[in-house]
């Protein structure tokens, strides 16, 4: 073997002879061990109200009638006589097509008739003379039938040209487009000097006072949906997801489709909006909450005590364990705010606990719910807790079954260490420094 080879295998046994030592003398674990410490977790007492219950679901906003203006009569557009964006009103004139052709149809049909008028004045006189009793002797019969038929037909010709001056007047009248309903023009879609025919589009209308919100919900609340409204009208509010704040108000449930749809299990369902501040506009997206009753003395917890697991919804419940089962009772005030805002979880242990104060730590287990709805905003009302247990609303992330936490009030942090504490902790674990977490 050369002189190299023997020099790389030396400081390769250097090197297992300095770990292996380092190994064999290593600190001991210390006391403050975050692996074993308390997690400090958020805890809320479970309380009993009268709450509201909601179903919530996403929807569309859809106009409540959307008409797209054709023009009924071809011819030259001369102007446009609306402003796009800004509301018309029913009957308001919209566009003005070249009325010259049908001014002249007009006036040829009021000439016609007063053509036909004169022969029928005529008729009637030689019908008269026929009949008079003076010249009656000198006319045949058939002559006085005749003239007596001639006059029924210029009575009708008459008739006739009374309706194609109507026709013509009609036919006028539209060369101004009219508004057919109270709504919002949009873009519009010819200009002025196009030569427009009947298929020809101008603008389209929107009305939107009311507005409505087509909606779906999950077939098994069918019966919930038609039982409570039967008994009353169901109202509705639209959500912002971000804030949470109401953004729309007045809703009131107008229809139940009257099929669930195989392929996804739900069903349509429409509500209408008075929308007079047009917080609502066509093809929005929007969160929809729908009250659908009452639950009287119901059991209420914070939304984001409320966990999603494979088995289905679950709530972290703190069980008292010894001695340390003060604090978890310090949260229970009847004071307690329901609302809350979410804060940054504490990372870290609880000052100067020791090894015997964190074995009569509070522990967590948990608990299945069945979440029966909404309550607010932010709270949920649930089945399989009792009144006064506190559920853990932060912090869940570093929990697990049987868990030790030190449980919070809200908006409480856990206290910092101070460099006594951590001095004392490590002397309790052999004298180390602070052993990491593993």
């Known amino acids: ?18 770990l292996g030592w380092r190994w064999l003398h290593r600190a001991p674990a210390s006391g403050f061990d975050q692996s074993n410490a308390p997690v400090p ?20 906003v859809q106009a409540l009638n959307t008409v797209t203006v054709l023009p009924q009569v071809g011819g030259k557009l001369l102007k446009l006589d609306f402003i796009e964006g800004q509301p018309v009103k029913k009957g308001e004139v919209l566009a003005e097509i070249d009325p010259s052709t049908f001014q002249a149809q007009y006036d040829q049909a009021v000439a016609k008739k007063g053509q036909d008028e004169a022969q029928l004045a005529t008729a009637r006189a030689n019908l008269q003379r026929s009949e008079d009793p003076q010249y009656k002797q000198y006319v045949a019969q058939i002559n006085r039938i005749t ?93 912002d997801p971000t804030s949470n704040k109401t953004t729309a108000s007045g809703g009131v ?16 369902l429409k509500a209408e909006f008075p929308n007079q501040s047009n917080e609502l506009w066509p093809g929005q997206f929007v969160n929809l909450r729908m009250q659908v009753g009452t639950v009287d003395n119901g059991l209420v917890v914070p939304t984001a005590a409320v966990q999603r697991g494979p088995s289905g919804d679950y709530v972290y419940v703190v069980v008292p364990n010894g001695r340390n089962s003060t604090p978890a009772a310090t949260a229970t005030t009847a004071g307690a705010p329901r609302r809350h805002h979410r804060r940054g979880n504490g990372s870290g242990n609880a000052a100067g606990a020791t090894n015997a104060d964190d074995a009569n730590a509070p522990t967590v287990k948990m608990q299945p719910v069945q979440v029966l709805g909404e309550a607010d905003d932010t709270h949920e009302l649930v089945s399989g807790v009792q009144a006064g247990d506190l559920v853990v609303t932060e912090g869940q992330f570093r929990l697990k079954e049987g868990s030790r936490v030190t449980p919070m009030k809200p908006g409480e942090v856990p206290k910092t260490p101070t460099a006594e504490e951590i001095k004392k902790a490590a002397a309790q674990g052999g004298g180390g420094r602070p052993g990491r977490g593993r």
Request: aromatic share 4%; proline share 5%.
């Open 1 to 18: 073997m050369s002189r190299g080879k023997w020099i790389a295998v030396a400081i390769a046994v250097v090197i297992v002879a300095v």
């Open 41 to 60: 977790v958020t805890v809320v007492p479970v309380v009993r109200e009268n709450v509201p219950v909601y179903l919530s679901s996403n929807g569309t």
């Open 147 to 239: 003239q007596a038929n001639t006059v029924r037909q210029l009575v009708a010709t008459v008739a006739a040209d009374e309706a194609a001056i109507r026709d013509a007047q009609v036919q006028l009248g539209y060369t101004k487009v009219l508004s057919p309903i109270d709504g919002l023009a949009g873009i519009r879609q010819v200009d002025p000097g196009n030569v427009l025919t009947t298929s020809s589009s101008i603008v389209v209308i929107t009305q939107l006072h009311p507005i409505n919100v087509i909606f779906t919900l999950a077939g098994k609340y069918l019966d919930e949906v038609r039982n409570a409204q039967a008994k009353s009208p169901l109202p509705l509010w639209v959500i």
């Open 253 to 268: 449930l107008k229809v139940v489709d009257n099929q669930i749809d195989p392929n996804t299990s739900t069903f349509k």
